[in-house]
């Protein structure tokens, strides 16, 4: 997860379907929680 760390939201794409709907889930989880974040920080 290092590598997502230090990429933008902005540039981050949004979480594509890859068969796990666990998977999937968590990472809409994680890409919302970056999005509130970086809002919040401005």
Same mark, same amino acid.
């Not at 889930?25 to 920080?41: C, D, P």
């Given at each position: 997860?290092?590598?997502?760390?230090?990429?933008?939201?902005?540039?981050?794409? &949004?979480?594509?379907? &890859?068969? %796990?709907?666990? %998977? @999937?889930?968590?990472?809409?989880? @994680? @890409?919302?929680?970056? &999005?509130?974040?970086?809002?919040?920080?401005?």
């Amino acid at each position: 997860m290092s590598e997502h760390e230090e990429t933008s939201v902005e540039t981050e794409s &949004k979480p594509e379907f &890859k068969g %796990c709907v666990f %998977c @999937y889930s968590a990472e809409w989880v @994680y @890409y919302g929680a970056r &999005k509130g974040i970086q809002a919040i920080r401005r």
